[in-house]
């Protein structure tokens, strides 16, 4: 019976070991996934892969035509800018532009939009900087304040007390302005890493939606006209170098927003819906274009979007697939890349 025992002990042992095989092989032959590295190109219209490889840098089009690195910086200028300004040949016109070293280091721009910055827990405490302190550096304000269903609580850092007078003064300020407490979105950059703060973007409860910011320790309150049905439900403040702008949304169906400075102007982008709850979203835009990266669990899509109007120019695709094992029935997941399959 003992050894009956053991040999049934020592088959599922076994039979164990078999199960976490693949994954033990993983293991112990893990390699780096390195994406491909794509922006879209104003210069030739294409979107351009760079790729690095054998401890080499590659560099492709879109139907996996090799060109070289000095090709690579000239059809993209305004990332390569100091590379040609270092070879004297950045030109003074591109594409109908007076363009600058200056020009293109201002005014490009990168946000990045992950899952767990949407969806994941936040203590709902955020930071009223000011905005127009005549310093050079910004500076962390001395209090923190929510927003309750009747208005804001500033709560001073050094003995967590609530400044009444202060809490007065912002939530009349929001009342006057006509907005309806509480907030049903509250979107800010709280760092003092940036050139300049924007403030606050809130929708209330009745789905306005207002920026809001301190000006020389006042209150400055501005609604923002929504287009018709269009209801922000996921919304980010920007500080780009070149301030054009104040902010970007999505809405209910995912449609995303571009909120253009110094009128809150709204613009819809050409990119489809968005699932920012699986989705990874990270752009990159300059003077020309904006190449805008969505990134799934099965596919990664590239969307070059004009820098004027955000309509949809080109698209690239590369899939994530699974790739076999050698030696062994087992998968893993990678990328295949086409060209580099």
């Known amino acids: 019976m003992k050894k009956t025992a053991q040999i049934y002990l020592y088959i599922l042992i076994a039979i164990i070991c078999l199960w976490h095989l693949p994954s033990f092989y993983n293991f112990l032959t893990a390699e780096s996934e390195t994406r491909p590295f ?19 840098t590659h560099c492709f089009n879109s139907k996996f035509e090799p060109c070289t690195r000095e090709v690579y910086d000239s059809i993209l200028p305004e990332y390569s800018a100091k590379q040609l300004a270092s070879d004297n040949r950045l030109q003074d016109t591109i594409l109908g532009r007076k363009v600058s ?6 005014e490009n721009l990168t946000y990045r ?22 310093r050079v550096e910004l500076e962390m304000p001395p209090d923190v304040f929510r927003i309750t269903d009747s208005g804001l609580e500033f709560i001073s850092k050094k003995d967590n007390t609530i400044d009444k007078e202060k809490s007065e003064k912002f939530t009349n300020a929001l009342k006057k302005a006509d907005f309806k407490f509480p907030a049903l979105e509250v ?52 500080e780009f170098a070149g301030r054009h702008h104040l902010g970007f949304f999505f809405d209910t169906k995912g449609y995303s927003y571009v909120i253009e400075l110094p009128d809150n102007k709204i613009i819809k982008t050409g990119l489809p819906p968005v699932d920012l709850e699986n989705e990874e979203f990270f752009v990159m835009g300059n003077i020309f274009s904006w190449t805008v990266r969505i990134s799934a669990s099965k596919e990664t899509s590239w969307y070059a979007l004009d820098a004027k109007d955000y309509k949809l120019l080109d698209k690239f695709t590369l899939e994530r697939k699974l790739k076999p094992l050698k030696g062994l029935s087992f998968k893993r997941n990678g ?5 580099w399959r």
């Open 38 to 56: 794509i922006l879209y190109s104003s210069v030739s219209k294409d979107f351009i892969i760079r790729k690095n490889e054998d401890n080499k």
């Open 187 to 238: 979107a800010s950059n709280p760092s003092e890493r940036k050139k300049y703060d924007n403030g606050f973007l809130l929708t209330d409860a009745a789905g306005k939606f207002f920026h809001f910011k301190m000006v020389k320790g006042e209150p400055y309150i501005k609604q923002i006209e929504l287009p018709v049905g269009v209801i922000p439900v996921h919304t980010f403040v920007t």
């Open 101 to 106: 070293l200056k020009l293109f280091t201002d």
């Open 113 to 134: 939009i992950k899952p767990e910055q949407v969806f994941g827990p936040y203590i709902h405490l955020y930071q009223l900087m000011e905005s127009q302190s005549g």
């Open 335 to 339: 990328w295949v890349e086409l060209g």
